[in-house]
């Protein structure tokens, strides 16, 4: 996994969980799911380069 895909996915990460944390504070529920759907997709991309580099190595 190149550094700037690793990179990418953790900021997906990262603006999912503040995308929720945000939508709950606000009381926003859209905004939270939205968050929590993004953060969700960073770690599945996060998921899949490892294992696509497992499979390389």
Request: proline letters at 0%; a positive charge; zero cysteines.
């Amino acid at each position: 996994m190149g550094i700037g895909e690793k990179a990418r996915n953790f900021g997906k990460i990262a603006e999912g969980k503040t995308k929720e944390k945000l939508g709950h504070a606000l009381g926003n529920e859209h905004m939270q799911w939205k968050g929590t759907a993004e953060k969700i997709k960073g770690k599945m991309k996060h998921a899949a380069e490892k294992a696509r580099d497992t499979l390389k190595h």
